[in-house]
């Protein structure tokens, strides 16, 4: 593993080792403490972030390393017009790897050429989000181990980038899949295919309700506001996904929730504290799957 741009970069054996890095980090986070010292991260984030900044941010100081970074472009020369390669390549003088968030799908692995570090993927666009998928995957094989899963992707499967990186992933240890959303927001052909390629059922449902009995996860996600044009049609998709406490109710005892977050009104607040939440375990697991993230790309490990 060279970057991490795509879940296309990683082979299944790299995927387990950094699941075996993420438990020893998890068991043993001192040990790991010296592990960057030097190192500094860049974090240019061309997009709005919370969870996967921050998450970045701490995973690098918990390794003795430092981070650079900003959450909105606006005070940067690139909203004089700069072009995204130059403010890259300014940007990888300063650090020893780079964790980049963008808004244009096909962007990063371009820029990976021009550079001589490692380059992560924070978010890409409509495109994928590798390093969220790989805590979701993490976070999914802790509560299943026999890795035997049905994943119900619930919510915007056309524009909500986790969706399309989980469903690479998980499709490569033989995973079946129901893809619940209105046939506008559904999951793009290139996915699909490429999860059918590697072995895996993929069916498709229109509402929760019919088939929330066969789900061991339901991974559920918020419809993509700055990427869908029309207000009216964002406010009609706005009310079709809703997991609450009723519903929580009837799925199976050992079914999980999980979101990759920010919720809006998609899950209501009293399902929380209900055992199957899982998505305050994703925020934390983030920090140790990204200290693995860090070493495996700096070779550290
Ligand atoms: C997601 C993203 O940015 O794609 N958030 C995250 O990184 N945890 C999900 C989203 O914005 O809906």
Known sequence: MKNLIS????HNKEIDNLFSLTNQVKK?????????????LALP???????????????IRKLGGDFIGF????????SKGESI????????????????RYHRVNTLSNLANIVNIPIISAGEGTGEHPSQTLIDLYTIYESFPNRQVTIGLYGDLKYGRTNHSLMMAAARFNTKFICIAPSSLQMPEEYINYAIEQGSRVEFAENLEDVYKQLDVVYITRIQQERIAD???????????????????????????????????????DVDNDHRAKYFTQIKNS??????????????T
Do not use: W
């Not at 879940?7 to 990683?10: E, H, Q």
């Not at 984030?45 to 995973?59: D, L, N, V």
């Open 7 to 10: 879940i296309k970069d990683l």
């Open 28 to 40: 043993e986070p001192q040990f790991y403490a010296n592990h960057c010292i030097g190192k500094n």
């Open 45 to 59: 984030f061309f997009e709005p972030s919370t969870r996967t900044y921050f998450s970045f941010a701490t995973a």
């Open 71 to 78: 959450n909105s472009p606006a005070n940067t020369s690139s």
């Open 85 to 100: 390669e130059d403010t890259i390549k300014t940007i990888s003088y300063y650090c020893d790897i780079m964790a980049i």
């Open 231 to 269: 207000s009216k049609q964002y406010e009609s998709f706005k009310k079709t996904f809703k997991i609450n406490k009723e519903l929580v109710a009837k799925l199976n005892y050992n079914s999980i929730i999980m979101h990759p977050l920010p919720r809006l009104e998609e899950i209501s607040r």
């Open 287 to 300: 920090v140790p799957v990204r200290m693995a993230i860090i070493m495996q790309l700096l070779r550290n």
